[in-house]
């Protein structure tokens, strides 16, 4: 949970604060460490850039990349667009669901995984197509779901 202050710092980083306003939030998102922007933190920001909080909650559910929920360190999105839908993207969520002990939507216990879906990744040519964080996959099977998940456990990439 970042303090006050901390938000503050982030805020001031910035010269012209609303213009930044996307850059902002995303910073603070991943300064959570939970990959997600508290109530507070939103009040916080409204207030340091002078406008008013529902703007900041209006960005924060337009936007898909924005939580408002503590996520895990490592997002996992499937896409869920129809080039990946007719290749089976529901098998690949299958088998991440299966890994992980969890549905698509929640997190993982110890907060290193949280399964979601994306729309169109650019990937289509390989789908069924995953991103975690920069990172795209495509063409997997369950050996590759598994290889993938222990190498982030062990440290990420
Ligand atoms: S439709 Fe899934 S990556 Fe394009």
Do not use: W
């Not at 503590?70 to 299966?98: L, Q, T």
Request: overall charge negative; charged content about 30%; hydrophobic content about 35%.
């Amino acid at each position: 949970m970042l303090t006050n202050q901390q938000i503050r710092d982030v805020v001031q980083k910035y010269e012209d604060g609303e213009e930044n306003i996307l850059a902002i939030l995303l910073k603070l998102q991943e300064a959570s460490g939970q990959n997600y922007i508290s109530e507070d933190c939103a009040v916080e920001v409204a207030k340091e850039l002078n406008i008013p909080a529902s703007k900041i909650y209006d960005l924060l559910t337009f936007h898909s990349m924005f939580s408002t929920k503590p996520r895990g360190k490592y997002i996992i999105e499937i896409c869920k667009s129809a080039p990946c839908h007719v290749n089976k993207s529901r098998e690949i969520v299958k088998m991440f669901e299966n890994e992980l002990g969890i549905k698509m939507g929640e997190t993982t216990a110890d907060k290193l995984f949280t399964l979601q879906f994306t729309s169109c990744i650019g990937a289509c040519d390989i789908a069924p197509a995953a991103k975690i964080g920069e990172k795209v996959y495509g063409n997997l099977t369950k050996e590759d779901v598994k290889k993938i998940i222990q190498e982030y456990r062990e440290g990420g990439k």
